[in-house]
């Protein structure tokens, strides 16, 4: 179980539960095709991320497997929302999970994604006790592949065309880190 303190503060940004008047940010970033380029669903209008948003503001602690936790990623020095982290936790018994992050670009490039990321790490298994965490992309997103690489994640798969997304075919990669890999790595 995992119920965190907020904001979980990092060097740079702060992880915090998301709250309705994020919707314009929210929207900001959602309504992007750069941004839902390589994930499952496309550009959303303002009604589908306000739906999103509220199922978003529900996912503030891990109480059970199956759950996720969906933290705002703001700037600490500015206030302004660079994106969403999300940390899922897959099973108790395997004590594994999953983590992942969408970003404004105007927020790429600067470290964001991987200071959000090591972060839910941390959660994961400090938090959590997590035994494994992985995180999937789709085989064309070779900037996130790059901070989960930064991450110490290693590379673990990479499945061919095994999914139909938006019209067409795609790849997937499996990247994943193991607790001890991650407290050796960490310090």
Not at 4 to 28: K, V
Not at 31 to 43: A, F, N, Q
């Amino acid at each position: 179980m995992l119920k965190p303190a907020y904001p979980i503060r990092t060097e740079r940004l702060l992880l915090r539960p998301f709250t309705p008047g994020d919707l314009d940010a929210l929207h900001a970033v959602q309504s992007l095709p750069d941004v839902t380029r390589y994930l499952y669903w496309g550009p959303r209008d303002r009604e589908q991320v306000r739906e999103a948003l509220e199922v978003k503001t529900g996912q503030t602690a891990l109480l059970d497997e199956g759950q996720a936790l969906s933290l705002a990623v703001e700037v600490a020095a500015t206030g302004e929302l660079a994106g969403d982290a999300l940390l899922f936790w897959h099973s108790r018994v395997h004590r594994s999970g999953e983590i992942g992050y969408v970003f404004h670009p105007d927020h790429h490039g600067r470290g964001y994604a991987t200071e959000a990321a090591r972060a839910l790490l941390e959660l994961a298994f400090d938090g959590l006790d997590l035994h494994r965490v992985a995180a999937r992309l789709d085989g064309r997103n070779t900037a996130s592949a790059r901070v989960l690489e930064r991450l110490g994640m290693r590379r673990e798969a990479h499945l061919v065309e095994n999914e139909w997304v938006k019209g067409e075919w795609t790849d997937e990669l499996v990247y994943a880190i193991l607790q001890r890999d991650w407290r050796r790595t960490a310090r």
